[in-house]
């Protein structure tokens, strides 16, 4: 199967749900292949490494967007800050005072989504519920006029328990309608909720992402 077959693919199976789009996840993956998903139609790429992420931006036309959906390190925002469409892993009220702080530099407005930590299984990142809801209610995110919250992230366990699976994704997706009917401010604008890759999307579109993030299933293993 080509790039272009496994989009055509997953065109037809994000077709029943209008609401969600495909971010190709191409990580490790040399800017020729995401050139091809390119000429095939697809837009939307995730990498979760800041200098991979730039060299690939500059590598491809420039109505391609880049979500970066690894764990971003403060000193490293300043070198997406002027292109990023969407920043999936913000797991700290400090890397949103820097991504407002170079947003500002770069005269924009930087879209990003609060990760939140829904897997039965200890990682590294992520925030929980109460966490977020900190962010959210607090004085530092209403001052910051470069940053807007479009939504949330999260990854279900590893697992191949998929009733399990569905579990973590609806209780994300709870805890985000939630949210959707209690905050809405010029720095809060929830209407994405990024959850699914290539083992586990099907059940993601299901429980009501926005955002599924495949990777292996577009581009082949890694
Ligand atoms: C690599 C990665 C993906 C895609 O994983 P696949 O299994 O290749 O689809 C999705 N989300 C995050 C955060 C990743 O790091």
Redesign the pocket.
Known sequence: MSIADNLYYFRQKLAPFPGARLLA?S?TKPAAMLAEAYEAGQRLF?E?HVQEMVAKQAALPADAEWHL??HLQTNKVRYIAPFVSLIHSVDSLKLLQEINKQGAKAGRVINCLLQIYIAQEETKFGLSEEEALAILQGPELAAMEHVCITGFMG?ATNTGDMAQVRREFASLKRFFDQCVAQFSSPRIKLRELSMG???DYEIALEEGATLV?????VFGG?
């Open positions: 996840v990580k995730g979760n959906i690894g990854m890759m290539s083992s993030r495949v990777g292996s299933a890694r």
